[in-house]
């Protein structure tokens, strides 16, 4: 539990670092990043992908505002907690 404590630690960071470092215009949005929160994420630990040939831990969360899902955001991290990729999908209504 601890090493899904990390991971947790370390995809929040990523998400944070995110928003912070992009042009929200570029999120394709219909509200302010600041105005979004996160579901709990869901782990899934030691998977293989196609493009690396490690296995890495796939963190996904949701971002919600008021009951809308309006993004989802999937962060790749190695067994050490160290970022391999992410990806941010947006919700269209």
Known sequence: MQKHTQFIKVA???LDTLF???DP???DLPYKLE???NSIWEIEDN???KLYNIRVNRLKTNL??????VATYIVYLDENSEFVDEFFITQHF
């Open 25 to 27: 215009k570029l999120f």
């Open 35 to 37: 105005a979004l929160s």
């Open 47 to 49: 998977i293989e992908t």
């Open 64 to 69: 919600i505002k008021e009951s809308d899902v």
């Open 20 to 22: 912070l470092n992009n």
């Open 12 to 14: 929040n960071s990523c």
